[in-house]
């Protein structure tokens, strides 16, 4: 899996390189736009990440060139711009997330994670499955092992979303800004007392659990070993 | 004022411009007056002419040249207002009759109507004077001339022109003076307003421009101008505020964090007990950074920059959102959240910090009121304003420390051991503010209750969504 990260700070690059490293991706850095362009344009990677202040130029102008030349690869905005305007203005340019310096570095992977592993077509999956928990999206049915859990709306969604990234860790701000919209920090665990509301529901009775704590990072749906 | 100035400005151009309509008018008017005047006069003379010499024609057709003769000598005795001109000549021009004692060169030849000079004895003073006079040629040869001398026309027309020449010199003075006048006091005061703006340039931040009080374009000119020193305070204000919260609310936890770090190096350690600081100071970061953030958020919101990110929306739903939200964890503290928002209500605003400033509130009745009775949210219709009320059972907000509560960083003694940076109700504050809403803390008796009164948009309606909204829980009595 290889990432380019487009960042003018060698200090943060540096640091980006080696986190990434260390999680098994192959990091190739550029220090300018035009850089970051002419590399992405000549070489396939599975990432982009790109900060936004660059020497003389805004990242967003970056990756609208590449989106004009119809190169989706999937980019990941990192900035110090944190209103929510500009995160709007990030998506709107062509980016698939938008991340808010400083970050934690977890934050940080389990966003690179699910970009990486974007299933495609997912538009026209009927039928999310994880182990032997389904989802029937047209029917807005939840069943384990057959048996019928009846879920509330928000529940459904924050369930949604947990089984559309199976296997892949989930930050709490992930599931507030895709599940609730919310973009500021609710200070409070209730993100926490969501997921336990919902793992009550779908774990309490069975005897393999599917919704996993992951610790200092979130939680990550997943079927046992 | 100097004279210059006067004369420079726009006032006094435009007096001018007046000055010069007012005078095409009245130089248009009177010159019409004295055409007509003129005109009907010269008709006059003319008619009388044509009068004379018809019964001056029949007296010679009935009685002869001798009686025309004595006629005419009669009629030209100089009596008092009569300013006929008579002359009877032979064939070759000499005078047989008459008051005059030749025959004009210029009424030689055709007969017919003709103008010319004579020296007249009549009217005051005695000058030469354009006559007109008909001639015209009796049977036999003998010649006749009839006319008046123009002594009258020419009266009118000099006092018609005087009259012209005062009335356009009043005119004009009028014009010029009332200018003058105008412009002066219109570029005093747009005087008052230039020495004002100067003053505040040279740092005289505090000043205002003077209002007369009667709310013309200058009053109105005047109080806009404050309006935006207003705003500019505010934001310089607000600027100072931020530098110094991040002064006041940064400056200790990073101390704290070099300190802790600056403790683990002095002594050789185990890597459990690196391990453990640097985790310590992970979180210690976190914090510095939600204060941040939080700083920035308040400042944002002051600053009225979001104005233009405003959109239309349902503000039931975004409360029965976040209440939804919240729910859980005030279940988890023993207590339920209760809404009541019975019907759709558009207003227009930022979304997300509304979104924002509700959690706050209702983090705060979570945290202070959860376990002690239910946390109640209402929204009601006021006139033009969309009431929202946060309320919670718990110890509540002593009169005298409520306006303190809205200020940053206060952390009230009863709250000392609860965690948050002290920038909740600040927050909620600022994006009150932002909203040209109203904020203000009652006492819910017992407990504390929360009302921001928001200006309802007449906008179009807002899109009917499907709002999934938590049970909500009669009030009895």
């Known amino acids: ?225 | 004022m100097r004279p210059n100035r006067l004369l420079a400005s726009s006032t006094f151009r435009y007096a001018l411009v007046y000055v010069a309509m007012f005078g095409v008018s009245v130089v248009g008017i009177l010159a019409f007056v004295y055409w007509e005047a003129v005109g009907v006069v010269s008709g006059q003379t003319d008619e009388t002419i044509r009068n004379e010499i018809a019964s001056l024609a029949e007296h010679y057709q009935e009685r002869g040249l001798g009686q025309l003769i004595s006629v005419i000598a009669e009629r030209s005795g100089n009596r008092f207002g009569q300013r006929g001109i008579y002359l009877l000549a032979d064939p070759e021009y000499r005078p047989l009759a008459g008051n005059i004692d030749a025959w004009p060169t210029v009424a030689r030849g055709e007969p017919g109507w003709v103008d010319f000079l004579i020296g007249t004895e009549a009217g005051p003073r005695p000058t030469r004077q354009l006559a007109r006079a008909h001639t015209f040629v009796l049977p036999g040869g003998f010649r006749m001339l009839v006319g008046r001398d123009t002594t009258e026309r020419t009266e009118l027309r000099s006092l018609i022109t005087e009259a012209l020449l005062g009335a356009l010199a009043l005119t004009t003075f009028l014009a010029i003076a009332g200018g003058v006048v105008m412009s002066r006091n219109l570029l005093r005061r747009i005087d008052t307003i230039n020495r004002g703006s100067q003053a505040i340039l040279a740092g005289d931040f505090r000043r205002r421009m003077p209002l007369k009080g009667n709310d013309d374009e200058f009053d109105q000119l005047a109080a806009n101008l404050n309006r935006m020193l207003e705003r500019i305070e505010q934001l310089m204000a607000g600027m100072h505020n931020v530098a110094n919260d991040i002064a006041h609310d940064l400056r200790s936890p990073i101390s704290r964090l070099r300190s802790r770090l600056e403790v683990t190096l002095l002594s050789p350690q185990d890597a459990a007990t690196y391990r453990t600081a640097l985790e310590e100071t992970i979180r210690e970061t976190e914090d510095i950074l939600a204060t941040f953030n939080a700083i920035l958020d308040i400042a944002l919101a002051e600053s009225g920059a979001l104005r233009n990110e405003f959109d239309d929306f349902d503000l039931a739903a975004l409360i029965a959102d976040v209440a939804e939200f919240y729910a859980p964890v005030a279940e988890e503290k023993g207590s339920t959240v209760t809404v009541d928002a019975p019907t759709p209500l558009a207003i227009r605003g930022n979304r997300h910090l509304l979104s924002q400033a509700l959690a706050n509130l209702i983090d705060n009745a979570v945290k202070y009121g959860g376990g002690r009775g239910p946390i109640e949210l209402t929204l009601r219709r006021e006139g033009t304003a969309a009431v929202v009320a946060v309320g919670d059972r718990g110890p509540g907000i002593p009169e005298d420390l409520r306006d303190k509560a809205l200020r940053r960083f206060v952390r009230l003694e009863a709250s000392r051991h609860t965690p948050g940076s002290g920038l909740g109700l600040a927050l909620v504050a600022a994006v009150a503010q932002l909203h040209d809403a109203e904020l203000r803390l009652e006492d819910n008796e017992p407990g504390l209750r929360v009302v921001l009164r928001l200006p309802v948009t007449s906008a179009a309606p807002v899109r009917k969504t499907k709002v999934v909204r938590p049970p909500v829980v009669k009030k009895t009595g």
């Open chain 1, 1 to 225: 899996m290889r990432i380019l990260v487009i960042e003018d700070d060698e200090a943060a690059a540096g640091y980006l390189a080696k986190g990434l490293g260390e999680s098994g991706y192959v990091v190739d850095r550029a220090a300018t736009g035009p850089d970051g362009l002419a590399m992405a344009v000549t070489e396939s990677y599975d990432l982009i990440i790109a900060d936004r202040m660059l020497p003389g130029i805004d990242g967003l102008l970056v990756v609208e060139a590449l989106r004009k030349k119809g190169d989706d690869t999937p980019v990941l905005f990192l900035s110090a711009l944190g209103q929510v305007d500009e995160r709007v203005r990030g998506l709107k340019a062509g980016g698939d997330d938008y991340l808010v310096k400083p970050y934690a570095f977890a934050e940080l992977l389990a966003r690179v994670e699910v970009l990486i592993r974007r299933k495609s077509g997912r538009a026209e999956e009927t039928v999310l499955k994880v182990a032997d928990l389904e989802m029937d999206l047209l029917a807005r049915r939840v069943t384990r092992a057959g048996t019928e859990i009846p879920l509330q709306p928000r529940e459904f969604r924050l369930l949604e979303y947990l089984m559309r990234h199976a296997g892949q860790v989930v930050t709490r701000t992930m599931l507030l800004e895709h599940v609730w919209d919310y973009h500021f920090d609710p200070q409070t665990n209730v993100i926490d007392v969501h997921v336990s509301r919902l793992r009550q529901k779908i774990d309490k009775t069975f005897t393999s659990p599917l919704l996993h704590t992951v610790r200092g990072a979130g939680y990550s749906l997943r079927a046992p070993e």
